[in-house]
């Protein structure tokens, strides 16, 4: 049987963070239960197409997971226990923010066979923090931090963020080394990217917002890298890196195009050469669910021509990038008969590199990646 990965969006939070673009609802924790028992019948509608698939990983997502009532997690789970081969499951991650979390919550995660915590840090300076809309303070993330380890929680991964309103260089460096102090197995390391309709979009626009330059920019994610590297941390994708063997294992799913299907409010699928997207709207969501239908509001089948070029812009995210012969295998033709004159164009300007079949971007190309993307796309 193949595998499969689900994606599971829990809308709700504490409030919203100024950055932040994703499907979430401050102050609606009363919707949760009604919310969840929705989830499950979306996941009584996937039964028969998942009944050929095993499902390896399962990442519950946000929104902020966490903030809601841990038996409701355990609900989601155990019905996707129920309704899918789930018995394999090599990897369950939930979203964490520091404040949400207490004893009973890991204990009924730990009973439902959450094996991985990623926790949402963004900063180790708690005037960054309040400056980008965080609840939380160094201090509580310590004692969050903490307490997860006392439960035996032994896969953690850090989110932090470069970048940041009138952040020095100096203290993206600091928030990167007292990150790695606390050893946890992954860390992501992003770049603040500004999007539409976020307060701090409104800000950016009417500059006042002060971001810095686009040199030290570039100077906090190589002094990041380098940092992380030295530290033990393999960076095995553009802003991932992880102790040997804790690479995430859903993440990887979509790096490698493999199928994965999302339950819940905004969620994305890729499924038999379909790639669909759920509604925003709750009260869609539940009518569409109710009448026993999907809630999508998008749904594109991916040709070769387009499966071939996300494979090709994926996998190069990757550090190793991709393999030839995995390509052949893939799509039965040759990368070099389609791409080939764009990867030699990408070798010659040094954003590409090639070696024993494998291809992969160079370390000016990590930088320059998105001139790479866009030339593959159809």
């Known amino acids: 049987m193949k595998d499969v990965g689900i994606y599971i969006h829990i809308p709700f939070c504490h409030s919203k963070c100024y950055y932040c673009d994703f499907c979430s609802f401050p102050k609606m924790i009363d919707r949760a239960e009604e919310y969840v028992s929705y989830i499950k019948k979306e996941i009584d509608l996937y039964e028969e197409a998942l009944k050929d698939y095993n499902v390896s990983t399962i990442f519950i997502g946000g929104g902020t997971p966490t903030i809601i009532d841990g038996k409701f997690i355990y609900e989601i789970i155990e019905h996707i226990y129920k309704k899918t081969n789930a018995s394999k499951v090599a990897e369950i991650t939930i979203e964490a923010n520091p404040k949400t979390l207490d004893e009973n919550k890991l204990q009924i995660y730990k009973t439902a066979g959450i094996n991985r915590i ?16 965080r609840i939380h303070t160094v201090e509580d993330f310590i004692n969050t931090y903490n307490l997860i380890r006392k ?14 309103p009138e952040q020095t260089l100096e203290d993206s460096i600091r928030t990167t080394e007292l990150a ?13 990217k500004i999007e539409e309709g976020t307060p701090f979009y409104d800000s950016y626009i009417n500059k006042q917002l002060i971001l810095p330059d686009e040199d030290t920019e570039r100077e906090m994610y ?28 859903h993440n990887l799913i979509y790096w490698k195009c493999e199928p994965y299907i999302g339950l819940g409010l905004s969620a994305h699928s890729y499924f038999n050469k379909y790639r669909y997207g759920n509604t925003e ?12 239908n999907l809630a999508l509001v998008e749904k594109e089948f991916i040709d070769s021509q387009m499966e071939m070029a996300e494979y090709l812009i994926l996998g190069l995210r990757l550090i190793n990038g991709i393999n030839s012969k995995d390509f052949k295998k893939k799509f039965d033709t040759n990368i070099n008969e389609v791409y080939g004159k764009t ?10 590199e090639e070696s024993k079949g494998n291809i992969k971007l160079s370390k000016k190309g990590l930088d320059l990646c998105n001139i790479v993307f866009m030339e593959i796309i159809p």
């Not at 035996?152 to 989110?159: Q, R, W």
């Not at 009260?283 to 009448?291: D, L, W």
């Open 118 to 133: 990623s926790i949402g840090v963004q900063s180790l300076n708690d005037s960054m923090l309040k400056k980008i809309g």
């Open 151 to 164: 439960y035996d929680f032994n896969n953690i991964s850090f989110d932090l963020m470069f970048n940041l």
């Open 180 to 192: 790695t102090q606390l050893q946890p197995e992954h860390i992501s390391y992003y770049s603040l």
């Open 222 to 249: 190589h002094r990041g890298i380098e940092l992380l590297e030295k530290k033990g941390y393999y960076h095995y994708e553009i802003s991932n890196f992880a102790k040997k063997g804790y690479e995430s294992k």
């Open 281 to 292: 709207d709750m009260t869609i969501y539940f009518k569409q669910i109710s009448n026993k």
């Open 343 to 352: 990867i030699n164009k990408f070798i010659v300007e040094g954003l590409l």
